[in-house]
Structures are given as structure tokens and as C-alpha cells.
């Protein structure tokens, strides 16, 4: 596309360049068309600069050089006299044409700038995204279209209504002129009808900002959904979220990241940009207001008239404006550090509050009410010197900025009377006219030189989402460290080879194990507290990156573990039953029929009930809807993690002869302590300390103590 806009653009250059030597077009023009040509080369990646710039800075770049072909040929047009005299009115300004080239050099050069190309490459996947979606158009339906065409529809007319912002506040300026003047001289006939013209701006303005509005947050949502949805996808898909849990060091707080910190950043990102470039528009304009004006009166100060120095009034104000910034500047500045630190107490007190809330029973049982209460109170305390101290500073901040309010309500009345007073030819108007242009060339100064502070809290969001991408990238390439879990045709054992077990910290646990699981064999794994039997376990499923050599299993048998305490999600007891499987995997009967299986024939009425059933189950009962699972999965290995801990030795082998009655067909490996297991399995292998890492060894059955 960018290719084809060259060639456009090139072409555009050749005819200014004739237009130029035949007499009617400006020199300048077929310069500029020749630097926008350059501007669209290099951003598309000439050979010497092989980086393409990405695709969100294209397209604006793109934007910026149609819009400097249409209006050099305009300009060209109305130069050689073939624009009729009735459409004059209508003409662009001159320096519309000058601006677009300068937009198309500016976003060149500043996607340049790191943070700003980081943002673009960010905002990259989303604009170049094939997804379908649907654009939301109230009562003009849905529109189907891809999520590029969305992106970067949207994005251009949000633009274009930027522009039309801009060119409405120079046509306000231009009508205080012509409305306060009329009412110096008395002339009530320009009156009304300039209040006619005055509602026709409002109501333009208005509908623009309307449809700004409501275009931006429809844009910025499809964006945030894409972008959660992305991070989610990432986060969930081969373990990813698991390996980044076991390396705490690399990223805290994946939760907060996959909302507040996206949030932020597809909220943030656009207005910061919108922002930069309607203000350089309007900076752009008003400055010119200004120094046309400045050329228009005398200003005598002593001897030395001040319209001598072309754009007087733009220096004046620039001056002001970078002096009252830098004021402001230096009182709000601690805000900034003070902001930071309140996301982070108001995080720990959030963070204390639901650990609180998720341990609410043994805080009850422990009677630790009090100790919570005064903890809580501290982490409150924080926010509350925190806030304390904003609450300072904005006062100072708010001494300057109320001061500064009224003083510019006035000064450029001020700075103008003396001009005004002397200056027969000088109406009230002009004052008027005058005074907005200065408001709005000092509003634009500070906003730039204020956005830095902006840009340092955005730079926070940019690094949290950009080392939370990198974590990602590192546990995705992760995937396959740690031992080696080999599906294999014709075996009949879970069997192990010179599999060597570590820690995160890189410290050995398991060393070199050789070992088989045989089918149809119910092998006890025993070892002391910590001895690392649940690791051999998390082994044998895959899951543990740290280690190597090797396990091979059975192809195409399934292996399920059932952990000491099982998770249940939120939602009905049907699905948590069936978890991961969909509810409706299974009937009600078999549902029904596996609660009373495993002694819980009560629970079958509450089967499409949706509560929390972590905390309404007791800790048996969550064992014995695990085993149910598993009666309903019917896996083929079934590796038990003191999966029935939390009941009495009777119950116990109870469950254990359920499931060889139930299934036949399974294997089961069990990592338990008691002694009654042991008749209960036909093999037991002892996971032994030593120095180097434990070892796992054969062990007598009848030998098992209360390990
Ligand atoms: N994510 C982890 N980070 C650091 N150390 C870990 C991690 N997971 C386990 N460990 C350590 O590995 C060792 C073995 O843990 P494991 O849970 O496998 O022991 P276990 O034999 O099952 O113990 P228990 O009988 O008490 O359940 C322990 O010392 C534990 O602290």
C-alpha cells in the first residue's frame, strides 16, 4: 500500500516540479513533495534502513502524505487561476499543505524514539490482526469487518475529527474577533447573525465530540479485548502460567498485568498520542494567528516599535508559557514519585485484605482476628501518609495553578492595552482574538513540556507489560526443559532412566532415578516430609522444568493425578466434577451414580448448585469427589498424592477397594505414609535422602512403619 502511495507521491513530485518551472507553484512545494516521497521510502524500509517502522506509524505517515498531495494540488491549482472565484472561500489555508509534510517528517522521526516505538510495536499485532469482528454502530447495526480494518479505520477517523477540532477552534478564534467587535459598535445586525454562526459551530462542535468520543472507547475496547484475550491465551497454553508461578523472580503479579496494567495501557496509549498530535496541530495554527496579528499593530515600548520583530506576540507568549510551566513544574514534580507509590500501598492493603478474606476460617479458628486487624491497620496507615502527602503537595500545586488561572485571564489583556489604547485602527475584537490565540498557544506549550511527567508513568505500564512478554517468551521456551516425558508404542510401565530432579534454585533433589511403574502393578512411593515424593509425581505429569533425563509412558494412555488437595473451580458441582471436561460430558446419572460410589449419595440434588465449593466441602469430602472424578475419567495410570489423607484408615481402603473394583483397568501409584496402605498396594518404593539428592529404592511393604 505504502509502495503504491510512493509511487503517487513521486508521481506528484514530477508534475509540482514542472508546475514550479512553468511559473505558477511555489518552489517549496515540489521540495516538500520530494521529502515526503523520502519520508515513505525510508519508513517502508529502503535498503540501507532495513527496519520498517511499524505498521500504526505507516499509516499515519501514510495519512499525513495523501493529505499533502491533495492539498499541494490543490494550492497548485488555485495558484495557476483554475479554482472558480464562488469556491475560494472554501480553500484550505496556505500552510495546510506545509503542516502535512511537516506531520509526515515529525512521526517519521519520532518513531525513532524508543518508548514511542515500543508503544507502536505493542499497538503493532492488534492493527494487523485478520480476526473478524464487528463494528458497533448503535442504530446503524453491526458492520462486520477484520480487526485491521477496524483498528485502522477508526483510527483515521478519529484523526480527521482531530484535524476538524483544530480547524473549529481557529474559526471560534476568528468569530470572537468579528462578535466582540461588532458589539463595540453597536452593530446589532452582525450580532444576531454572528449568533447564528455561533450555533452552527456549537453544533458541529458538539457532534464531533460525541462522535470522538464514542468512537475512541468503542476502539479502545476491541483493543483491550484482543489484547487480554492474546495474554490470556499465552499465559494458559502449555503450562506457561505454571513455570512462571515456579519462577517467582521474573514476574509478580501476572493477574494485575492481564487487566489494570492492559487496561492502562490501550486506555492511555491512544489518548497520549491523540493528545500529542491535536495539540502540535493546534500549536501549529494559533501560532500562526499570533504572528499575523503581531504584524498587524504597533506596539511601542520607549522608542522601539515591537512589530519590528516579526511574531513578537509568539515569543512573548512562549516565554510566559515556559516560565509558568517550569513553576508548575517544580511544585508538582514530587507528585510524581508519590503517584507510583500509591499504587503500590494501595495494592498491599488490597492484597492483605483478600488474603484475610481466602483464610477467614483458620483466622477464625486461631483466634487471629486481632493480629490481622492491627497488620491491616499498618498497610492502612501507608495509604494514609501517602495520601496525606498528595494531598500537600496538590495544595501547593493548586496556589500556582488557581494563580495562574486568573492571571491569564487577564495578562494577555494586559500585555495587549497599551497597544489597544494607542492603536486607533486596533478594535475590541482583535483583543478578544488576540487574547484566545495567546490562551491557546501557552495551553499547548505546557501541555508538551507537562507530558513528559505523563510519559514517566506510561513508561511504567510499557516496562510491566514489556517484561511480563519477555517472561512469557522465556517459560514458553521453557516448555521443554526439565525431564524428558516420552509417549512410546508397546511399553507396559511408566518407566524412568537416569532422571535427575532440581530445584529452582538449581539444587539437586531427586538423583539419577531409574525406576518402572509396572501396569496392573499398585506401587506405594514413600519418603520423608520434603524427601520429594509430590515432585516426582509432578515429574511423571510433565509439569517440572527443572531437571533432565528421561520418562517414557505408554502411548496413547491417559494419566490422571489426584493431589492431596484438589482445586475445584467456581460454578455448579456437575462441572467441578467433571472439571476439565465440559458438565455435560457426563449424564446426571453417572454423576449421581459416582457421588454415591464414593459415600456422598447427598450431594446428588445439588448437582447444578454454584457456590465456592472449595470452602463449602470439607476437606474428606473434596477427596471424595476427586476420586469420583477419576471413576468418571477412568484414566488408564492413576497417581494418587496423599489423595486420601484426610480420611480414617477404614474409609480409607474403603475408596482404594472402590477404585479396583470400579476401574480394573487403571494402575494406581500412590505416595502415602501409613502403615495400612501396605496391603493395600503390591510394591513400595522409598524415596532416601542423601547428600547429593535422594535416591529411590525398593522397599519391603511389610517394613512400612508411619513413615
Ligand atoms: N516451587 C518450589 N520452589 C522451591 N522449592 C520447592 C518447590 N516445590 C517443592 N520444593 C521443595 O522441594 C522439596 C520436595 O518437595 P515435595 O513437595 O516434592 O516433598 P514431598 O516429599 O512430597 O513432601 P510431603 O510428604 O511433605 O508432601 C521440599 O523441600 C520443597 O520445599
Redesign the pocket.
Known amino acids: 500500500m505504502i509502495k503504491i502511495l510512493a509511487g503517487l507521491t513521486g508521481l506528484a513530485t514530477l508534475g509540482l516540479a514542472v508546475g514550479t518551472i512553468a511559473g505558477p507553484v511555489p518552489v517549496y512545494l515540489p521540495i516538500l513533495s520530494l521529502a515526503v516521497l523520502l519520508v515513505l521510502l525510508v519508513a517502508d524500509g529502503v535498503p540501507l534502513i532495513k527496519t520498517r517502522v511499524p505498521l500504526v506509524m505507516r499509516f499515519l505517515i501514510g495519512l499525513f502524505a495523501v493529505s499533502f498531495v491533495a492539498l499541494a494540488l490543490v494550492a497548485s491549482a488555485n495558484g495557476a487561476g483554475l479554482i472558480p472565484e464562488t469556491f475560494q472561500p472554501f480553500l484550505p489555508q496556505t500552510g495546510s499543505s506545509i503542516i502535512s509534510a511537516i506531520l509526515a517528517i515529525a512521526h517519521l522521526a519520532i518513531s525513532y524514539i524508543p518508548v514511542i516505538r515500543r508503544i507502536a510495536e505493542m499497538a503493532n499485532p492488534f492493527f494487523e490482526a485478520k480476526d473478524r469482528s464487528q463494528l458497533e454502530m448503535g442504530i446503524f447495526g453491526r458492520w462486520p469487518m477484520s480487526l485491521k480494518a477496524l483498528g485502522l479505520g477508526l483510527f483515521g477517523v478519529i484523526i480527521v475529527l482531530n484535524v476538524i477540532q483544530v480547524y473549529l477552534l481557529v474559526r471560534f478564534n476568528f468569530w470572537y474577533n468579528v462578535f466582540y467587535t461588532a458589539l463595540q459598535d453597536k452593530n446589532a445586525s452582525v450580532f444576531w447573525t454572528q449568533l447564528l454562526v455561533f450555533t452552527f459551530l456549537a453544533t458541529i462542535w458538539i457532534i464531533r465530540g460525541m462522535t470522538e468520543a464514542y468512537l475512541t472507547g468503542i476502539l479502545k475496547l476491541h483493543w483491550r479485548e484482543w489484547l487480554t484475550e492474546r495474554y490470556m491465551r499465552q499465559w494458559l497454553s502449555d503450562k506457561v502460567h505454571y513455570r512462571l508461578a ?1 519462577d517467582r523472580k521474573s514476574t509478580d503479579n501476572p493477574d494485575q498485568r492481564i487487566s489494570e496494567d492492559v487496561r492502562d495501557f490501550t486506555d492511555q496509549s491512544f489518548d497520549f498520542y491523540i493528545n500529542i498530535f491535536s495539540t502540535s496541530l493546534n500549536l501549529y495554527a494559533f501560532v500562526q494567528i499570533l504572528w499575523t496579528i503581531s504584524a498587524q499593530f504597533p506596539y511601542k515600548v520607549g522608542g522601539f516599535d515591537l512589530s519590528n520583530v516579526p511574531g513578537y506576540l509568539v515569543w512573548v507568549v512562549l516565554a510566559f508559557a515556559i516560565l509558568v510551566t517550569y513553576i508548575t513544574h517544580l511544585v508538582g514534580r514530587p507528585l510524581i514519585p508519590l503517584q507510583f507509590g500509591r499504587q503500590k500501598v494501595e495494592a498491599d492493603f488490597r492484597y492483605n485484605l483478600v488474603r484475610v478474606r481466602e483464610n477467614s476460617e483458620q483466622i477464625a479458628l486461631l483466634q487471629g482476628e486481632e493480629v490481622e486487624r492491627v497488620g491491616l491497620l499498618e498497610r492502612y496507615k501507608a495509604i494514609f501518609d501517602n495520601t496525606l502527602s498528595i494531598i500537600y503537595r496538590n495544595l501547593k500545586l493548586t496556589i500556582v495553578t488557581l494563580g495562574y488561572a486568573q492571571i491569564n485571564a487577564i495578562f494577555p489583556l494586559v500585555l495587549l492595552a497599551p497597544a489597544y489604547f494607542a492603536t486607533e485602527s486596533m478594535k475590541f475584537g482583535d483583543l478578544q482574538q488576540t487574547s484566545d490565540a495567546f490562551t491557546n498557544v501557552q495551553s499547548s506549550v505546557s501541555f508538551f513540556i507537562t507530558s513528559y511527567a505523563t510519559l514517566a508513568v506510561f513508561k511504567a505500564i510499557i516496562d510491566r507489560l514489556t517484561t511480563f512478554d519477555h517472561a512469557i517468551e522465556q517459560a514458553d521456551a521453557a516448555r521443554n526443559d526439565g525431564v524428558e516425558v516420552v509417549p512410546a508404542k508397546g511399553v507396559a510401565a511408566i518407566s524412568g532412566d537416569n532422571v535427575d530432579v532440581r ?3 538449581g539444587e539437586r ?1 531427586l538423583n539419577k532415578l531409574a525406576f518402572a511403574l509396572r501396569k496392573g502393578e499398585r506401587t506405594l512411593v514413600t ?10 509425581f ?1 515429574v511423571l505429569a510433565g509439569i517440572w522444568p527443572y531437571g533432565k533425563g528421561r520418562v517414557t509412558l505408554p502411548r496413547d494412555e491417559s494419566v490422571m493425578l489426584l493431589p ?1 488437595q484438589p482445586y475445584f473451580p467456581l460454578g455448579t458441582l456437575a462441572g467441578a466434577m467433571a472439571y476439565p471436561l465440559p458438565a455435560g460430558t457426563f449424564s446426571t446419572e453417572q454423576f449421581s451414580k459416582a457421588l454415591e460410589q464414593v459415600g456422598l449419595p447427598q450431594w446428588s440434588d445439588k448437582l447444578e448448585a454454584s457456590e465456592n465449593w472449595s470452602s463449602v466441602l470439607s476437606g474428606g469430602e473434596k477427596q471424595r469427589i476427586s476420586v469420583a472424578r477419576a471413576i468418571l475419567r477412568k484414566p488408564a495410570w492413576l497417581l494418587l ?2 489423595a486420601t489423607s484426610a480420611m480414617d484408615e477404614e474409609n480409607e481402603g474403603g475408596l482404594y477397594n472402590l477404585l479396583r473394583q470400579a476401574l480394573p483397568d487403571t494402575t494406581v501409584v500412590s ?1 502415602g ?1 501409613r502403615s495400612s496402605l501396605a496391603k493395600l498396594h503390591d510394591r513400595r518404593l522409598g ?1 532416601v535422602k542423601g547428600d547429593d539428592g535422594a535416591r529411590l529404592e525398593e522397599m519391603p511393604l511389610a517394613a512400612l512403619g508411619n513413615v
Not at 527 to 536: D, I, R, Y
Open positions: 515456579l530445584l529452582p534454585t533433589l519418603g520423608e516430609s520434603g524427601a520429594g515424593k509430590t515432585t516426582l509432578r492431596q498424592d496423599e505416595i505414609h524415596i
